[in-house]
């Protein structure tokens, strides 16, 4: 199993900058690919970014210049800088993290609890 500890959510006027982060712990063999994905109210949770364990990235369209993926793999962390924030932004935030099982037989894709990010005047 993963447990997430996820942090750096909250209230940020529009144009400026937040970074989450989001440590993984727990029983496993490795931990692959890691990204984040996002849910406003009322609407399906969506993909915002992710990154491999090769340090390959991709971006949802309406972040690419503003947000950055990035990971430190001896620390199972990875993290989000979220800069020029809109209010579109403004959804809660989950880490989430392929990881393969200590028998090495499965890879499974784990979440964390989400941490808030809201972009208002």
């Known amino acids: 199993q993963v447990q997430f500890v996820e942090s750096g959510g909250g209230l940020v006027q529009p144009g400026g900058s937040l970074r989450l982060s989001c440590s993984a712990s727990?029983?496993?063999?490795?931990?692959?690919?890691m990204g984040w994905y996002r849910q406003a109210p009322g609407k399906q949770r969506e993909a915002v970014a992710s990154?491999?364990?090769?340090?390959?990235?991709s971006y949802e369209d309406s972040v690419k210049g503003r947000f950055t993926i990035s990971r430190a793999d001896a620390k199972n962390t990875v993290y989000l800088q979220l800069n020029s924030l809109k209010p579109e932004d403004t959804a809660v935030y989950y880490c989430?993290?392929?990881?393969?099982?200590?028998?090495?037989?499965?890879?499974?894709?784990?979440w964390g609890r989400g941490t808030q990010v809201t972009v208002r005047g």
């Open positions: 727990g029983t496993f063999f490795a931990i692959h690919a």
């Open positions: 989430s993290a392929d990881w393969e099982t200590t028998t090495r037989t499965t890879t499974l894709r784990s």
């Open positions: 990154i491999t364990s090769d340090g390959v990235t």
